[in-house]
């Protein structure tokens, strides 16, 4: 089945610093693939998504660039700030939606 | 603002009540989906219903049993809860069960005593 894998938290960050969180996935198809956020004491918001290879996902200054030969979606933002602060979940979705295990991301003023 | 809503978003019962968690979709979507989210653990999807008839339910003890009234409202009824299922249950719907991008509602936040 499918099967999503992303970095482990927790990452701690300074306002203005450049954002990596690391997701890799296996599936049997041609899957479409999410980074959701969860801001605290909220549910999952859609944060950006792509459907094929080599699609570029981005929202709020956040990227994703789907790598189907690396089979990765690794999420990026040049200058984070304090209002980012939140657990990141990759996802992968072939015929059901799979979760990773989710990073939290604390940025510090 | 989402377009999906739960409610309550909090809710405390003892292993013996009876209760139901609400959710309604306002996006025009056919299928929608009950999550359990525990810390530390990843999303469990429970259920899944497509043109209001289940279509997956993964293993979920039976004291919990959704309904699914029509395209819009999903709820799940819970009856003789354990601690271990206190958790945050996430409702979401889609356009259609499959690859289609789901959205997620606040929550709710259980606590069983």
């Known amino acids: 089945g499918d099967s999503v894998t992303q970095m482990e938290g927790p990452v701690t960050l300074s306002e203005e610093a450049f954002l990596t969180i690391n997701c890799t996935y296996t599936?049997?198809?041609?899957?479409?693939l999410f980074w959701y956020v969860q801001y605290p004491g909220e549910g999952l918001q859609l944060l950006l998504k792509?459907?094929?290879?080599?699609d570029k996902g981005s929202n709020k200054g956040f990227e994703a660039t789907y790598r189907k030969e690396t089979t990765s979606f690794h999420l990026e933002k040049g200058s984070v700030q304090v209002s980012d602060s939140a657990v990141y979940f990759c996802?992968?979705?072939?015929?059901?939606?799979?979760f990773g295990a989710g990073t939290t991301v604390t940025v510090r003023a | 603002e989402t377009g999906v809503t739960q409610t309550p978003r909090h809710l405390v019962m003892g292993m013996t009540n009876k209760k139901s968690l609400k959710c309604e979709q306002h996006?025009?979507?056919?299928?929608m989906y009950w999550y359990k989210q525990s810390a530390k653990k990843p999303l469990e999807l429970m259920f899944v219903?497509?043109?209001?008839?289940?279509?997956e339910n993964n293993s979920v003890p039976s004291r919990f049993s959704p309904e699914c009234p029509n395209s819009s409202h999903l709820f799940l009824h819970l009856h003789t809860l354990q601690p271990e299922d206190s958790a945050l249950y996430l409702c979401?719907?889609?356009?259609?069960?499959?690859?289609?991008?789901?959205?997620f509602g606040p929550g709710t936040r259980l606590l069983v005593l």
């Open positions: 599936a049997t198809g041609y899957p479409s």
């Open positions: 979401a719907s889609s356009q259609y069960s499959g690859q289609e991008t789901q959205y």
């Open positions: 219903y497509s043109l209001e008839e289940r279509v």
């Open positions: 792509a459907t094929k290879a080599d």
């Open positions: 996006l025009g979507h056919n299928a």
């Open positions: 996802a992968v979705i072939d015929y059901k939606l799979s």
